[in-house]
Structure formats: structure tokens, C-alpha cells
Nanobody, 126 residues
Framework: QVRLVESGGGSVQVGGSLRVSCVAS????????MAWFRQAPGKECEFVAA????????YYADSVKGRFTISRDNAKNTVNLQMSSLVPGDTANYYC???????????????????WGQGTQVTVSS
């Protein structure tokens, strides 16, 4: 079973950029549907971005479209989330999630993903 570990979180000022990464072990990540979710204190888990296995499709939440980019590095068994033009509303704990099959209709539903990392905190300050 795949295991996920996020890294790369931190503090950044408004308008800055940050990249968070998710390294997998135990299986080949390219055969999984992957996603990034985030959760701020007192708020529900929010979909951020997803990438289907074998790059079959890429999806973004409207709130991050044009600012965030999800990508895979198969050689490193890693999924990255490059974030730019950050705003305070992006402050949250960011989680990567994986599942062998989520599909192209339910990729925004966190309940569809059965493997999660421990999260990495991103803080955007003005």
C-alpha cells in the first residue's frame, strides 16, 4: 500500500510563491489518482487540485485556477503543488491524497481518496 509524506510548507508573504511536495513509498505513484486538499482551522476540507493516473486529466478548484499547478515527477515518485500569487485565504494545512481510482467525476470529493499524508502547513501573511 502506498504511503505519503508531504513537505515544503512554510510561511510566505502575500503575493509570494511556495511549492509543497508529496513523496510516495510502497507503490508507484503514477498508477494512482492524486489530489491536494487543504483545511483551515474551523473550516471543512477543501479540494485544491487533482491529477488522474498517467496524466489522464488535471483539475483545479476555481479559487486556485491560474495560480496553482499540480505536477508529477515519476522518477522521484512525487507529486508537487506549485503555488504562486498566494493570498491569506490560502493559509491552511495542505494534504496530499491518493487512490487507485477516483475517476473524472468525483475527484473533488475527499471521501474518494483512501490514502492520506500527514499534512504540511502553509501560512500566508500580509
Amino acid at each position: 500500500q502506498v504511503r505519503l509524506v508531504e513537505s515544503g510548507g512554510g510561511s510566505v508573504q502575500v503575493g509570494g510563491s511556495l511549492r509543497v511536495s508529496c513523496v510516495a513509498s510502497g507503490d508507484i505513484l503514477s498508477s494512482y489518482d492524486m489530489a491536494w486538499f487543504r483545511q483551515a482551522p474551523g473550516k471543512e476540507c477543501e479540494f485544491v487540485a487533482a491529477m488522474r493516473q498517467n496524466r489522464a486529466g488535471t483539475y483545479y478548484a476555481d479559487s486556485v485556477k491560474g495560480r496553482f499547478t499540480i505536477s508529477r515527477d515519476n522518477a522521484k515518485n512525487t507529486v508537487n503543488l506549485q503555488m504562486s500569487s498566494l493570498v491569506p485565504g490560502d493559509t491552511a494545512n495542505y494534504y496530499c491524497a491518493a487512490d487507485p481510482w477516483v475517476g473524472s467525476l468525483l475527484y473533488q470529493e475527499h471521501t474518494q481518496y483512501h490514502t492520506w499524508g500527514q499534512g504540511t502547513q502553509v501560512t500566508v501573511s500580509s
